[in-house]
């Protein structure tokens, strides 16, 4: 996307996304954390799909839960505090699309399959998890914080200075 | 239109600027989007704020005027531990001083940061000995250990001159159990077993109003109770939190797998018979007004390893009573490999069927009139029990074509029981205790009591052994 060019409404509605879905992404986070108790096994256990095995498998790993717990609680702040700020929004937004993989192939909506967790909608195979995916997509390659956001004094910062001139006196 | 205006405000192309400097409007659009995170900085605050109000506001506040303060402590910080003091912090008055707990990597950090959340200041100690040294000031102590600790555990309690809320099941031997009530008479401290159904408003509802007063179901002649549990994973531990073998072995866990799961363990526990059907075989003998007078049992370990786990994983039981009023075949049943049907009681006489349990979700109260039952429309005007259920069986027959024998009983009328518990489970048995603490209430699970139910239960895994009826003696249940 490096070149491409956006119309400053373009930009403006972007920047309004990404700090929306950080947002969301910040709460889920400190939510998590906030809570004595919480952990991704519940969520892990009932898992569904083809990567059921693998979260079921997880889930009985008391070593692993507990990094695997670790990692979304403060990956999820983290990642969320960085994109409301517009900061290394790229990375970011990659990490928060893997988080969202992973979300979704635990419980992806497919054709067949009836969870007893209650959702709050109608899916058939795109669900909110995919849509905000979608949205980080639309963040990442867009790196919208150079725009509005923190990058943009960074990228500055970085690239304020020309690089010295090669003088070749000996020509 | 608005695609001509964006064309005339094409934006240079992003990260192509080359070298440049940053200036006024960078750091501006730079920190555009900081805001945001104010914001979201006093939203949470809101958020924190209303749930440290709502809190507040279902915990009863805290030591509200003439409620003398009590200081208690905790043995035992591990699920258990946490129920009780999720119940604890709802209930005024109470200061915590101490928790104790073996596993000081994990559970005692856990609870003690949970009450320093509720601003309690309690010391964490890993001996319970060395607690009982330190806090002079205690007036209470709770404990929640795995069961073959809670002799050792309230003995010495008592004996430093603490109340003692113990959990159930009392001990696990008989012995154990008697050094505790014998250890109660002697300090003369008071002794809670934590049977919480005793202290349940439902529970002493149907008791007192709808058996002993109404008499409703008119003569009891069979029970069925059951406690079914899904199939669950061992628990464990992640490796860093793991305690030291020397730990393990001095409070008598070979491994961690063990201190984990010491319920399904000989020695230390006494499988679901014990955790599950206590609760509910107390119960009967609660409703019956005496204890047992044989039980027959049977059970085994079907489902789980062997290895890992030495208690049986299901258990069915019958039990004899002989009540004033005649004979009672009481049926228990606990599985722990499919949880449908969860845990309920119920209680069958020849007016009407009583089915009752702990759960707020599933088998709340309900309670049945046999047609040939004399009316209940006084109880019904006294609000004791819900105005009935009106039966279709008429139009229900007709909807499904199916046709009934003359032979079957017209379906009863269902009657709901209007009693909710809209505290946590354990919460009024609490309350009991630290009220009987304050000298302003009578015990509702004495150590006597306690005793009488480890005495039904625990026969149970003899019964299974022996493969025959074993009978009670009256003296059986006396100390």
Redesign the interface.
């Given at each position: 996307?490096?070149?491409?060019?956006?119309?400053?409404?373009?930009?403006i509605a972007i920047?309004v996304m990404?700090?929306l879905v950080?947002?969301h992404f910040?709460?889920e986070g400190?939510a998590k954390l906030?809570s004595?108790?919480w952990s991704a096994a519940g969520y892990l256990r009932q898992a569904r799909g083809p990567a059921a095995g693998f979260f079921r498998w997880l889930a009985?790993?008391?070593?692993l839960?507990?990094y695997a717990d670790q990692i979304t609680m403060w990956g999820l702040t983290i990642v969320g505090?960085l994109l409301?700020?517009?900061l290394f929004t790229r990375l970011s937004a990659l990490a928060g699309i893997g988080f969202l993989v992973l979300f979704y192939a635990a419980n992806p909506p497919f054709v067949g399959y009836f969870y007893s967790l209650p959702s709050e909608g109608s899916y058939l195979i795109v669900n909110k998890q995919l849509v905000e995916l979608g949205a980080l997509l639309v963040i990442m390659v867009?790196?919208s914080g150079?725009?509005?956001?923190?990058?943009?004094?960074v990228?500055?910062?970085i690239?304020?200075?020309?690089?010295p001139a090669v003088v070749s006196p000996a020509r | 239109m608005a695609g001509e205006e964006d064309k005339n405000k094409v934006m240079p192309p992003i990260a192509a600027g080359g070298p440049r400097k940053l200036d006024r409007r960078d750091v501006l659009k730079g920190l555009s989007t900081v805001p945001a995170l104010g914001l979201f900085g006093y939203a949470w605050q809101q958020q924190r704020q209303y749930d440290q109000a709502t809190l507040q506001a279902t915990a009863a506040p805290a030591a509200a005027g003439d409620v003398q303060e009590l200081n208690i402590a905790l043995i035992g910080a591990g699920a258990q531990g946490q129920v009780l003091t999720d119940a604890m912090l709802r209930i005024p008055g109470l200061r915590f001083r101490a928790v104790c707990d073996v596993w000081t990597e994990y559970n005692l950090r856990r609870v003690v940061n949970i009450l320093r959340r509720f601003k309690h200041e309690p010391n964490a100690y890993e001996d319970y000995r060395e607690m009982l040294d330190k806090e002079k000031e205690l007036d209470a102590v709770v404990i929640a250990t795995p069961d073959f600790w809670h002799a050792p555990h309230t003995v010495e309690c008592l004996k430093a001159g603490k109340h003692v809320y113990c959990e159930k099941e009392m001990s696990n031997t008989l012995e154990g159990a008697r050094s505790m009530v014998a250890a109660a008479r002697e300090t003369g401290k008071l002794l809670q077993i934590g049977h919480q159904r005793r202290s349940n408003p439902r529970y002493l509802h149907c008791y007192e109003k709808l058996l002993n007063e109404a008499k409703l179901l008119g003569r009891i002649v069979t029970i069925n109770g059951q406690w079914n549990r899904a199939v669950a994973a061992d628990l464990g531990a992640p490796d860093r939190y793991a305690i030291p073998e020397e730990r393990l072995k001095q409070y008598g866990f070979k491994n961690m797998h063990q201190f984990r799961n010491w319920r399904w363990y000989k020695g230390l526990g006494g499988g679901p018979i014990v955790d599950l059907g206590s609760h509910q075989i107390d119960i009967y003998t609660w409703f019956l007004g005496t204890n047992p007078s044989a039980v027959m049992a049977s059970g085994g370990l079907l489902y789980y390893d062997p290895a890992t786990h030495e208690w049986y994983d299901t258990v069915m039981v019958v039990y004899d009573y002989q009540t004033p009023q005649g004979p009672v075949k009481a049926y228990y049943q606990t599985q722990t490999t499919n949880g449908s049907q969860g845990y309920f009681e119920n209680f069958m006489g020849d007016q009407g069927t009583l089915l009752i349990s702990e759960s707020e979700l599933n088998y709340a109260g309900k309670i049945y009139r046999d047609p040939n039952a004399p009316a209940w429309d006084e109880w019904i005007q006294k609000g004791y029990i819900s105005a009935p259920k009106l039966q279709e069986l008429q139009s229900q027959e007709e909807k499904s074509g199916a046709i009934a024998d003359v032979r079957e009983s017209v379906s009863p009328d269902e009657h709901t029981v209007p009693v909710v518990l809209r505290d946590p489970y354990h919460q009024p048995h609490l309350q009991n205790f630290f009220d009987a603490v304050r000298g302003k209430a009578k015990l509702n699970c004495p150590p006597e009591v306690g005793y009488e139910s480890a005495v039904s239960v625990l026969k149970v895994n003899e019964a299974i052994d022996a493969k025959s009826i074993l009978a009670f003696k009256p003296e059986d249940f006396h100390i």
């Open positions: 996307m490096e070149g491409a060019t956006f119309s400053r409404s373009a930009m920047t990404r700090v950080g947002w910040m709460y400190i906030t004595s108790s009985a790993q008391p070593n839960l507990a505090a409301i700020l517009g867009t790196g150079k725009y509005a956001g923190l990058d943009r004094i990228h500055a910062l690239t304020r200075k020309p690089a | -």
